[in-house]
């Protein structure tokens, strides 16, 4: 079976601009989760998809937004780019908490905000 | 709120020797379950093993064991036979049993493997 997979897995953005991040699902799973990873901390839990409809969200803003697909995979968009969003982004597939310990990380998008 | 603690930013340990990490967690449900996660460099997080709250015994893989004690709210990684490769960072996490499900990680702890 296939992992998840994100893309790009390295990103430089200006202030002020709009970015979409990419993820593809494991086989097999129809909930999304999205983290952000400061440097030298835990992830933070931003958002997460359940079947295209958004299903609980973390202590982050409305210009973090998402999308979920039919094929369930996925989309982070954040707007108008701040310094602090210069994070390690990471999407988590499972396949809706049927198995307790059901989630698969991808590796990341590392995004640089200057 | 959900909150997990490390308290450990940084482990040394002898190749072949055995560790514990620790990790403390607080949260008012009665239902939750307890992750460890191993990330190298690459950025990936890697499951290592987990521990339902209505675990009566404690969780085994491999290597890895889960030294529960719930009245004390703790779940300590222990890694025996320590290998080169097992130097990265490890992070502890709880999940909620109900509503968002979302996990709460903690500040994890960097371990390094010497020969």
């Known amino acids: 079976e296939t992992g998840v997979t994100q893309s790009p897995t390295h990103l430089i953005k200006t202030r002020g601009q709009q970015v979409t991040l990419r993820c593809s699902s494991q086989s097999g799973h129809n909930t999304v989760s999205w983290y952000q990873q400061a440097l030298g901390q835990g992830p933070q839990f931003i958002f997460q998809y359940y079947r295209e409809e958004e299903n609980g969200r973390g202590n982050f803003p409305p210009r973090f937004s998402g999308l979920q697909f039919p094929n369930y995979s996925s989309e982070l968009n954040v707007n108008a780019l701040e310094l602090d969003d210069s994070a390690l982004y990471l999407c988590?597939?499972?396949?809706?908490?049927?198995?307790?310990?059901?989630?698969?990380f991808g590796s990341g998008t590392r995004l640089t905000v200057v | 709120a959900q909150k997990i603690t490390q308290t450990q930013p940084g482990m040394f340990v002898q190749e072949k020797e055995a560790v514990t990490l620790d990790c403390t967690y607080d949260?008012?449900?009665?239902?939750?379950?307890l992750f460890w996660y191993k990330q190298p460099s690459s950025g990936e997080m890697i499951f290592l093993i987990y521990q339902g709250s209505y675990d009566e015994q404690n969780a085994t893989e491999g290597r890895y064991s889960l030294n529960f004690q719930k009245a004390r709210k703790s779940a300590n990684l222990v890694i025996s036979a320590s290998q080169l490769g097992d130097s990265a960072m490890y992070f502890c996490a709880m999940r909620e049993k109900t509503g968002r499900r979302a996990l709460t990680f903690g500040s994890g702890t960097r371990l390094q493997v010497q020969p």
């Open positions: 988590a597939s499972s396949d809706s908490g049927v198995r307790p310990y059901g989630y698969t």
């Open positions: 949260t008012s449900d009665q239902s939750y379950g």
